[in-house]
């Protein structure tokens, strides 16, 4: 028996991704958890074979989560299921100790197929992702700036560049509006940039916001996206 907790701050993923696991008999879902901090806790006392995680997640992140969870030596294997799939967070996540990568539109089978894979003891990345990692492994992996930043600082940063302000990551990320404006102040240091414009630029240049995001940020139009559901809550 596969034991697995489920962590993500959306019910509905958490309730497809369960639907899905309870068909086989092999998996048991013993717990679920809806933010980073309260996942990490789980995580320690229920000490699952594997933990699925979404990367954007109030109080800690999914690469906060992996890291924390590397210091602990805990025996879980974590698996991020997120809609995310673009660097600088498929390497960002495997260097703090990830062993499984697949987006949340990935089909039932695959997302099968990378848990049983996980809980042989080997690693699982959807095959786009894989081919990155391969490319950028040919090309010298050149650095981003972005490699500077600490996990929470990333997220910070990306959100910044999708255009929410302090007030609404303050209410999403469960911290306050003067940690916010901290974290924005070294992320701006350490990009060597002093506004949210200049970090928009910055992020398309590196891949990690497409063209279109930056553009509304640009023009003090942009917007949080919703989280997908596809396929997972299918």
Do not use: W
């Not at 068909?23 to 996942?39: I, L, R």
């Not at 992996?66 to 996540?93: F, H, M, N, Q, W």
């Not at 500077?148 to 600082?153: C, G, K, Q, V």
């Not at 302000?165 to 002093?194: G, P, Q, W």
Request: hydrophobic letters at 40%; charged letters at 25%; one cysteine or more.
């Amino acid at each position: 028996m596969i034991s697995v907790v489920l962590i993500d701050d959306h019910a509905l993923v958490r309730h497809g991704l369960r639907s899905i696991l309870e068909k086989y008999p092999e998996f048991s879902v013993v717990g679920e958890a809806g933010d980073g901090e309260e996942g990490l806790a789980l995580m320690r006392r229920l000490q699952p074979d594997i933990a699925v995680l979404d990367l954007h997640m109030p109080r800690l992140t999914g690469i906060e989560v992996t890291e924390r969870a590397r210091k602990l030596s805990l025996r879980t294997r974590i698996v991020i299921v997120t809609v995310a799939g673009d660097s600088p967070y498929p390497r960002r996540l495997l260097e703090a100790g990830a062993v499984g990568y697949v987006p949340k539109a990935c089909p039932e089978q695959e997302l099968l197929q990378a848990l049983h894979q996980v809980a042989d003891g080997r690693r699982y990345l959807a095959s786009a992702i894989a081919q990155q990692l391969a490319m950028e492994a040919v090309s010298g992996g050149s650095r981003s700036p972005f490699d500077a930043l600490s996990a929470r600082e990333l997220e910070i940063a990306i959100r910044l560049a999708q255009g929410d302000d302090a007030r609404t990551l303050s209410r999403v990320l469960s911290i306050s509006e003067k940690t916010i404006s901290t974290h924005k102040s070294n992320v701006f240091a350490k990009l060597d940039i002093d506004n949210v414009v200049a970090l928009a630029h910055l992020a398309q240049l590196h891949g990690i916001l497409d063209s279109g995001s930056a553009r509304e940020t640009a023009n003090g139009t942009g917007r949080k996206r919703p989280k997908s559901t596809r396929a997972i809550t299918s």
